[in-house]
C-alpha cells in the first residue's frame, strides 16, 4: 500500500480520536462546573429565558396575525334560578370605549372623601345577562384579596395542598361585600391552582417557571397591569401586592383580543361555550370590573360584553361549574363544586381585617413579596 493512501486512511481514524478526547475534555468542564449548585441556577435561569423568548417570538408571530373567531358568538340561555339582589340600585353601564388611546400606568390615590359600599348590578348588555360589581380602587374602605379553601396559608401546588371547600363556608368565614370564585385549579387530589399567586402582599404560590395564561397585577399606588406572559414576557410578581394569573386574555387595549392557544389554553371546556366569569379595567385604570354571567357563553361573546361595557383590559377567569358569586353574605350565583380559591372584596359596610390594610400600607411604604425558600421548591 502506498504511503499517500496510508495517510489517507489514517486521517478518518485522527479526527475521530481528536473528537473523542474533545468530547472527554468537555465533559469533564461542565460536570466540574455543574458541581457548583449556583452556576446549575444560572444555568437554568438563562435557558428558561431563552426557552421563554423562543415561545414569545413564536407567539408574537400568531399574534399578528387575526385571531380566530372560536364558536360562533353563542350565547346559550341558563336554566338556573338567579338571586334577586337587596334593594341595590341599577348601575348604568359604562360607556364603550371609543377609540381608546393606550394609558400609562397611574397613581391611584384612595380618596379622603365618604367611603361607599360596594355597587353591584344587574346588566344586559350585546344579549348576554350578568351581575357586575364595581371596584372603585380610589375608595378608601375598598380591599381585594384572595381567599383560600380551608383557611390555608398557602394555595394548592403539585406538591402541597390543602383540597377545596364548599363557597358557603368561605363565604361565612371571610364576612366580606363580595366573593366570587377566583382562578383555575386542577381536577385531580392535589387540586392545584394555575399560575402564580399575591395577596396581600405575600406569595401565595410561586415558581420561576410560570409562564402560562394572563395576570391581573396591582401595583404599589393601586397601579393595575395586564400581562400575557407568552406575548409580553413575565410580569414582575414581585411589585405586585395582589396578583391572579388566569386567562384567556379577552381585551387588550381597548379592542377584542383573543389567541387562546398561544396562552397555553387547550381544554375545550375553556375554548367552548359555557359559564364564565371575567375581570378587567377601563382605560382609567381606577376600578376593576369584575363580571358573573348568568348564561352560557363563548369566550368571543365574553370579550364583546367586556369591551362594551368599557374594559380597556380584561381576562376569562375560571368558569364553568366553578361560577360563584355572594354579595353581603348572600349567595347569588352558588357553584356547582366546592372551590379551593375566591375573590374577596371588602367596603366600608363590610370592612377589611386590620391585618390586610396593614399589609397595604406597608406595601406602599416599599415592602415587596419574597418567596418563601421554605415553601416554594423551585
Not at 367611603?115 to 350585546?126: F, G, I
Not at 394555595?155 to 383540597?163: C, E, F, H, L, Y
Not at 381536577?187 to 401565595?204: I, P, R, T, W
Not at 377601563?282 to 367586556?306: C, G, H, N, Q, Y
Request: aromatic letters at 10%; hydrophobic letters at 40%; proline letters at 6%.
Amino acid at each position: 500500500m502506498s504511503k499517500r493512501k496510508q495517510s489517507e486512511g489514517c486521517r478518518p481514524m485522527l479526527r475521530r480520536s481528536f473528537l473523542f478526547l474533545t468530547g472527554i475534555a468537555l465533559a469533564r468542564v461542565a460536570a466540574d462546573y455543574f458541581a457548583i449548585a449556583q452556576n446549575r441556577d444560572s444555568f437554568l435561569t438563562l435557558a428558561g429565558q431563552l426557552w421563554q423568548k423562543s415561545l414569545a417570538f413564536l407567539s408574537s408571530l400568531q399574534s399578528n396575525q387575526t385571531p380566530q373567531p372560536l364558536p360562533n358568538n353563542p350565547i346559550v340561555k341558563s336554566a338556573k334560578t338567579n338571586q334577586p339582589l337587596l334593594s341595590n340600585p341599577i348601575v348604568k353601564s359604562p360607556e364603550s370605549s371609543r377609540a381608546a388611546q393606550p394609558s400609562q400606568p397611574q397613581i391611584i390615590r384612595r380618596s379622603a372623601k365618604q367611603a361607599k359600599p360596594v355597587q353591584l348590578s344587574r346588566q344586559n348588555v350585546a344579549g348576554a345577562s350578568f351581575y357586575l360589581t364595581t371596584i372603585d380602587l380610589a375608595d378608601p374602605e375598598i380591599y381585594i384579596t384572595i381567599g383560600l379553601a380551608n383557611n390555608a396559608d398557602f394555595a394548592n401546588t403539585s406538591k402541597v395542598t390543602r383540597g377545596d371547600e364548599p363557597f358557603e363556608n368561605m363565604v361565612a368565614r371571610y364576612r366580606a361585600a363580595v366573593v366570587a370564585n377566583g382562578t383555575f385549579f386542577g381536577k385531580d387530589e392535589q387540586k392545584s391552582v394555575l399560575g402564580n399567586m399575591v395577596a396581600a402582599g405575600k406569595f401565595l404560590k410561586y415558581s420561576r417557571w410560570e409562564n402560562y395564561g394572563t395576570t391581573l397585577g396591582i401595583k404599589a399606588g393601586n397601579q393595575l397591569e395586564m400581562v400575557t406572559a407568552r406575548t409580553e414576557g413575565k410580569p414582575d410578581w414581585s411589585q405586585h401586592w395582589f396578583s391572579l394569573t388566569c386567562g384567556p386574555r379577552l381585551v387588550k387595549g381597548g379592542k377584542v383580543w383573543l389567541s387562546p392557544l398561544s396562552e397555553g389554553f387547550k381544554d375545550s371546556h375553556v375554548l367552548g361555550v359555557g359559564s364564565r366569569t371575567a375581570i378587567g379595567f377601563p382605560a382609567s385604570r381606577d376600578k376593576l370590573f369584575l363580571v358573573t354571567f348568568f348564561d352560557s357563553l363563548s369566550l368571543e361573546a365574553e370579550a364583546k360584553v367586556m369591551q362594551a361595557i368599557g374594559c380597556f383590559e380584561a381576562m376569562n377567569l375560571d368558569g364553568g361549574a366553578s361560577v360563584g358569586l355572594a354579595h353581603q353574605g348572600q349567595i347569588l350565583l352558588p357553584p356547582g363544586r366546592n372551590l379551593t380559591n375566591v375573590l374577596v372584596v371588602y367596603d366600608r359596610e363590610y370592612p377589611a381585617p386590620a391585618q390586610l390594610k396593614e399589609s397595604w400600607e406597608r406595601f406602599q411604604k416599599g415592602a415587596r413579596p419574597t418567596p418563601d425558600k421554605s415553601v416554594f421548591f423551585d
